[in-house]
């Protein structure tokens, strides 16, 4: 297996013609609180980030990923933040579009991931937050062996309403 390919997915590097596609995510109310987005981002904004992305997760400290199915759809991406290879760890979060969800795709997303932080990034762990509302994030994480790690209560506030935000971790 190559890298960054799964049995029925691909991960690759953004190109130019995903701005549409980024834009539509980016600017998506719905995920904002996940992502801590709190203002919409601009078309220029974006091109630009896409134009950038080439660096190194060395310089940059995070790794965006674009995920294709077998059928080359982009489906969703995932993204490693807070690289420190200091300490050797990395942040994830993964995004699957509305209808691609339940199909397996971030189970399968992150198994490549795991694969990747651990046999080419040497990373000794691999850390995400997840607000407590998002079951179906909590054990998708939990069944590919992060444990939790801590509770921060009351963390991110949704529609007047305050949530806890655990904080997962899989050391390799």
């Known amino acids: 297996m190559q890298p960054l390919n799964g049995k029925t997915l691909k991960l690759r590097a953004m190109e130019p013609s995903d701005i549409d596609v980024m834009y539509e995510w980016e600017n998506d109310p719905e995920t904002w609180i996940y992502s801590n987005t709190q203002t919409p981002f601009s078309r220029f904004y974006l091109e630009q980030y896409i134009i950038n992305s080439h660096s190194d997760i060395y310089t940059e400290k995070q790794l965006r990923l674009v995920i294709n199915n077998k059928k080359g759809e982009t489906i969703g991406c995932v993204d490693l933040f807070e690289f420190d290879p200091k ?15 339940k199909k397996g795709y971030a189970a399968e997303t992150l198994d490549i991931v795991i694969n990747y932080a651990k046999n080419i990034l040497s990373l000794h762990q691999l850390f995400c937050n997840i607000a407590a509302n998002n079951k179906q994030s909590i054990e998708l994480f939990k069944k590919k062996g992060f444990t939790e790690a801590g509770c921060k209560k009351e963390w991110l506030l949704s529609e007047d ?11 390799f």
């Open 161 to 171: 309403q305050w949530l806890d935000e655990y904080f997962f971790q899989l050391l």
């Open 87 to 101: 300490n050797r760890r990395a942040g994830v979060g993964i995004l699957i579009t509305k209808e691609h969800r």
